[in-house]
C-alpha cells in the first residue's frame, strides 16, 4: 500500500508542485536571512496568537495537499481498491501518506519546536506536536469518502456541460481548458505563487524608488522588475511540461493539418501570452510611473520569452519532469547574472524569444513523446 500511494500520489504531488514550492523556498531564503526566521520563531513560542497564525498557514497547506490526494482518488480506479484494505492498516497507509505529502509544514514544525525547547516554552512543544497530529489525521473522513463515493456528480460538472454544448472551444483555449478541468490544483498553486512574488516586487519596486528619490539619487533600474519576470517564468515549467504532454498525447493529429510552421509558433507563443495574462493585468494595476511603456512591456515579454524558450528545450529532447530541473537551475544562474549585469531587458528577452522560435522550427517535426 505504501509503495502504490507513493507512485500514484506522493511523487506526483511535489512533481507538480515543484514551481511553487520552489518559489517559496527561493523567497524565505533570499529575502529572509536565518536570524529573521529564528526570530519570528521566538515570538511565536512567546506569543499564542503568531503561533496560531502559524498553524493557519499549515492547516491551508494541508486542505491543499489533501485536495490533490483526492483528485488522484478520483483518477486512478486502481486506488479506489484501497477500500478492501482492512481499516486500520488502510488508515495508517493514509496517515504515513499524509505525513510525507507534509513533509514541508513538519520540518518547519520541528525547528519551531526546537526553538521551544531552547526558549524552555514547553507550552508551545506541546501546542506544535498536537497541532501536526491533528493536521495529520483530519483528512481521513474526506479521504474515506472520497474511497467509497469516487464519481461524485456535482452541479458544477452539470453548468459546465451545459456551456459546452451551447459553445464551441476555440484551438487556443484548449489546453487552458485542459489544465482547468484535469489539473487545477496545479494552475492555482502556480498562480498564487507566481502572483504573490510579481506583486510583492512591484512593491518593492515602488519602496525603493521612493526612497532612492527622497535621497536624491539616480532611478532605480529596471533590473527588479526584470527579476520578477524571471521567476515568473521560470515558475511556469510544470505547466509548461504539461502543455508539451497535452499536444503530444491529445493533439497529435494537429500536425497533420496544413498550416505553416510560422503560423503554429505565433499560436504556440499566443497560448503563452494567455497562460500569463493573470500576470499582465496585475503589471497594469501596479504599472511604475517612473518606466516608459516599453520598457515594462518588455518585461512581460521576457516573461513570455522564458515559457517560449523552455518549450523548445523541451522539443529538442524528451526529458522525464524530473531531469527538467537541471536546466531550470543553470536558466536560473544564467538570466539572474544577465539581469544584474544591466543587460537590457529588451535585449534579453528579444533573444530569448528568437532561441525559442529557432528552437521550435527545428525540432518542432522531429519532438516525439516517450513513455
Known amino acids: 500500500m505504501k509503495t502504490i500511494l507513493s507512485k500514484t500520489v506522493i511523487i506526483p504531488y511535489y512533481r507538480a508542485n515543484a514551481g511553487l514550492l520552489t518559489v517559496v523556498a527561493v523567497f524565505a531564503g533570499s529575502f529572509m536571512r536565518a536570524q529573521e526566521h529564528i526570530a519570528l520563531a521566538t515570538y511565536a513560542v512567546h506569543s499564542g496568537i503568531m503561533l496560531l497564525g502559524y498553524v493557519g498557514i499549515w492547516a491551508v497547506y494541508t486542505v491543499f495537499a489533501a485536495r490533490y490526494a483526492c483528485g488522484v482518488f478520483r483518477t486512478y480506479d486502481l486506488l479506489q481498491h484501497l477500500r478492501l484494505f482492512p481499516v486500520q492498516r488502510r488508515w495508517w497507509g493514509l496517515v504515513q501518506m499524509q505525513a510525507a505529502l ?196 518588455s518585461v512581460w515579454i521576457f516573461a513570455i520569452s522564458l515559457l517560449s524558450l523552455q518549450y523548445g528545450l523541451l522539443l529538442r529532447a524528451h526529458r522525464p519532469v524530473r531531469e527538467t530541473m537541471t536546466y531550470l537551475y543553470i536558466l536560473l544562474i544564467v538570466y539572474f547574472l544577465l539581469v544584474m549585469c544591466r543587460v537590457p531587458i529588451w535585449l534579453i528577452g528579444g533573444t530569448t524569444m528568437g532561441a525559442g522560435a529557432w528552437l521550435f522550427g527545428r525540432y518542432y517535426w522531429r519532438s516525439a513523446w516517450e513513455e
Open 102 to 297: 507534509a513533509l514541508p509544514i513538519i520540518g518547519y514544525a520541528l525547528f519551531v519546536v526546537k526553538t521551544a525547547i531552547n526558549e524552555a516554552q514547553s507550552w508551545a512543544i506541546y501546542t506544535t506536536y498536537l497541532a501536526i497530529i491533528l493536521l495529520l489525521i483530519s483528512p481521513l473522513p474526506l479521504y474515506e469518502y472520497v474511497l467509497r463515493h469516487p464519481n461524485p456528480v456535482s452541479w458544477l460538472a452539470g453548468v459546465g456541460s451545459k456551456l459546452r454544448r451551447r459553445f464551441t472551444t476555440p484551438y487556443s483555449l484548449f489546453f487552458v481548458r485542459y489544465l482547468l478541468q484535469q489539473q487545477p490544483f496545479l494552475v492555482a498553486s502556480t498562480k498564487v505563487g507566481t502572483c504573490l512574488v510579481w506583486v510583492a516586487l512591484f512593491q518593492l519596486y515602488a519602496t525603493d524608488h521612493a526612497h532612492i528619490n527622497f535621497l536624491r539619487t539616480p532611478d532605480y533600474d529596471v533590473r527588479l522588475l526584470g527579476l520578477a519576470a524571471m521567476i515568473v517564468g521560470l515558475t511556469h515549467a510544470s505547466i509548461i511540461y504539461a502543455h508539451y504532454q497535452f499536444e503530444h498525447q491529445y493533439l497529435a493529429l494537429y500536425r497533420n493539418m496544413p498550416v505553416s510552421t510560422r503560423q503554429r509558433w505565433f499560436r504556440y507563443t499566443g497560448q503563452f501570452a494567455l497562460l500569463l495574462l493573470p500576470e499582465a493585468l496585475l503589471m497594469i494595476r501596479e504599472w511604475p510611473v517612473d518606466q516608459p511603456v516599453w520598457a515594462v512591456l
